[in-house]
């Protein structure tokens, strides 16, 4: 039976770095303090001209060209974000039409920082069947901090990630998607997430006025303690289940969240640092854009080989989390486009 595989990545970092010291001339923060809480060094953001649309069509066109393989032919085009182009329609339908895939259905998935795995497990039965999928985690985070909260304001970024997904049976090889594990708890809503605008809490003009229509609210230490555990829990659960032992993971691809929470993470499920790819440094936390970054950095570096078995986790707002074992049968082709400017 076809299993569904990765056919080829595309990654889209926008060109504009905002580095700490940037942020330190615009609020009461430093590099310093920055650094040492989250390893973050500086962040990608949206041009003027740029919205989620179009810089998931980016990541999409990097994916599809690496491959050569024709838009015409995707029969789903699926955008996973928090930030979406607009209420409706779908971000997705947008960037259907940009890149031309003409005869595709087109639809969002919003999850948080976990829901680029999320959509892939719903995604990779699809994708084993026989159809065409292209998926995007996209996210222009910085159009929702609230420059005024400072714990919050220094940890995100934009950017996204697209993986060509079909299924293994057609000549075409990859990173095959194993088993995946994923998990919410509702009751956690109220401490992450970008409340107003939606039925619940309308936008008022005095939450215009404050200028928290659009904002990401977190409790910082919360989601810190949560994040740590729900992702070493279900990455170990994940493993067991799957009779892997963990010198048998080459790589953990996390979600970019933060370095802390990275190498909490790394000690508590047992794989040291050396095998936990990172690049929050310069990227910092691009939610639902966070994995498929980092993968198409990873095949830009070339730090993956055939025959090694990747486990990527993942957590975020809802609470919701994740946890995806990879097997790589080939390097698929890929293309990260990161081409950065001061
Ligand atoms: N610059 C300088 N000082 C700051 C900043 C800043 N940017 N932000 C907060 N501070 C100050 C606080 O005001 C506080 O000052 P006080 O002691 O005078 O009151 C002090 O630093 C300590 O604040 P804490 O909130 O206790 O700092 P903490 O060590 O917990 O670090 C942080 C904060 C980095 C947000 C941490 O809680 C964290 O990493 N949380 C996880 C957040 C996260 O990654 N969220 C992403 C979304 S979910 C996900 O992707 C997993």
């Known amino acids: 039976m076809a299993e569904a ?14 580095t700490n010291a940037m942020l330190s001339e615009r609020m009461d923060t430093s590099d310093e303090w920055i650094r040492t809480r989250t390893g973050i060094q500086e962040r990608r953001t949206a041009g003027p001209d740029e919205t989620t649309a179009s810089v998931s069509a980016r990541a999409g066109q990097a994916a599809l060209e690496s491959l050569g393989f024709d838009p015409g032919d995707l029969d789903w085009v699926l955008v ?38 999320q ?4 995604l990779g039965p699809l994708a084993a069947s026989g159809q065409n999928v292209l998926v995007i985690g996209t996210e222009l985070l910085t159009h929702a901090l609230d420059w005024n909260d400072r ?8 950017g996204a990630g697209a993986f060509l997904l079909g299924p293994s049976d057609r000549g075409v090889s990859g990173i095959r998607i194993g088993p995946g594990l994923s998990q919410s708890d509702g009751s956690q809503a109220d401490i992450l997430g970008k409340p107003y605008g939606g039925t619940r809490h309308n ?18 230490q919360k989601v810190f303690k949560h994040a740590v555990t729900m992702m070493s ?12 032992t963990l010198d048998q993971i080459d790589w953990v691809v996390p979600h970019q969240a933060n370095q802390r ?40 570096r070339a730090l993956l080989a055939p025959g090694q078995q ?18 790589v049968d080939q390097i698929p082709p890929s293309r990260f486009i990161h081409e950065g400017s001061l």
């Open 119 to 122: 959509t892939l497990q719903i």
């Open 151 to 158: 714990s919050t304001a220094v940890l995100f970024g934009d």
């Open 310 to 327: 990747l486990l990527s986790v993942a957590f975020g707002a809802g609470f919701s989390w994740a946890s995806q074992l990879f097997t």
């Open 80 to 117: 996973c974000t928090d930030t979406p182009e607009m209420w409706s329609p779908a971000t997705a339908c947008f960037v259907q039409e940009s890149l031309g895939a003409k005869r595709a259905s087109a639809i969002d998935l919003t999850g948080g920082c976990a829901g680029f795995l």
């Open 233 to 244: 829990d279900i990455g170990r659960r994940l493993i067991q289940g799957a009779n892997l």
């Open 5 to 18: 595989t990765i056919w080829s990545v595309g990654g889209y970092a926008p060109p504009h770095i905002l």
């Open 261 to 300: 929470i990275i190498d909490a993470v790394s000690h508590q499920v047992g794989i040291p640092n050396e095998r936990v790819f990172s690049h929050v440094a310069h990227f910092a936390n691009t939610g639902s854009a966070s994995i498929g970054m980092a993968l198409a950095d990873m095949l830009d």
């Open 203 to 220: 936008i008022t003009p005095d939450l215009v006025a404050e200028g928290k229509h659009h904002t990401i609210h977190m409790e910082g």
